[in-house]
C-alpha cells in the first residue's frame, strides 16, 4: 500500500508527524507532496496534488492537512473520484471507512493534535468499507461529479 500526503504551512508538521507514524510504525510506504517547511504555501495546490494522485493510482489513499483541514479537503474533493473527509473525532475516522468509502482524510494542524490525526489515520486504514446500501450512496456522490 501506498498512501499520498499532502500539507500547505498550517499542516506541515502534522503531516510530518503522521509520515513518521506510516514509516515507522506501520512500515507502509509514503508518497509526500510536501509542502517541505513551514514557509507559506497555497493549499489548493496541495488538494488537487494529492488527489490527483489518488485518482490516478500513483497512491492507493491520501492524507492531507492545512490549518484546519477545511481548505485542504474542500480542494481535494474537486477532484473527480476523490471522497475526502475532514476528520475530527475517532468515530468519524472509522465511519469515514465504512460508509463513506473515503480515499482521502483531512485533518487541522491548528486544531487536531498529532496523537488524534495518528489514531484517527490508524482506525481509518483498518476499518473496512461496508458496501451494501452504502455503495448506492457512494454512487450517488459519484453522478454528479
Ligand atoms: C493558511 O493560513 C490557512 O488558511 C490554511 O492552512 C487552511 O486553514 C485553510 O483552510
Given at each position: 500500500m501506498k498512501i499520498a500526503l499532502a500539507a500547505d504551512h498550517g499542516g506541515f508538521e502534522l503531516k510530518e508527524a503522521v509520515k513518521k507514524h506510516l514509516i515507522e510504525d506501520r512500515h507502509?510506504?509514503?508518497?509526500?507532496?510536501?509542502?517541505?517547511?513551514?514557509?507559506?504555501?497555497?493549499?489548493?495546490a496541495y488538494g488537487h496534488a494529492c488527489g490527483k494522485a489518488v485518482v490516478s493510482g500513483q497512491a492507493d489513499c491520501g492524507?492531507?492537512?492545512?490549518?484546519?483541514?477545511?481548505?485542504?479537503?474542500?480542494?481535494?474533493?474537486?477532484?473527480?473520484?476523490?471522497?475526502?473527509a475532514l476528520v475530527c473525532s475517532d468515530?468519524?475516522?472509522?465511519?469515514?471507512?465504512?460508509?463513506n468509502?473515503?480515499?482521502?482524510?483531512?485533518?487541522g494542524g491548528r486544531t487536531t493534535t498529532a496523537e488524534d490525526a495518528?489514531?484517527?489515520?490508524?482506525?481509518?486504514?483498518d476499518a473496512e468499507y461496508e458496501g451494501g446500501r452504502h455503495a448506492r450512496r457512494?454512487?450517488?456522490?459519484?453522478?454528479?461529479?
Open positions: 507502509i510506504e509514503v508518497l509526500d507532496l510536501g509542502t517541505h517547511s513551514a514557509e507559506s504555501v497555497d493549499y489548493p492524507i492531507v492537512c492545512c490549518g484546519t483541514g477545511i481548505g485542504i479537503s474542500i480542494s481535494a474533493n474537486k477532484v473527480k473520484g476523490v471522497r475526502c468515530f468519524a475516522a472509522e465511519m469515514t471507512k465504512r460508509h468509502n473515503a480515499n482521502i482524510i483531512a485533518f495518528i489514531r484517527y489515520t490508524d482506525l481509518w486504514l457512494v454512487a450517488m456522490i459519484e453522478d454528479v461529479e
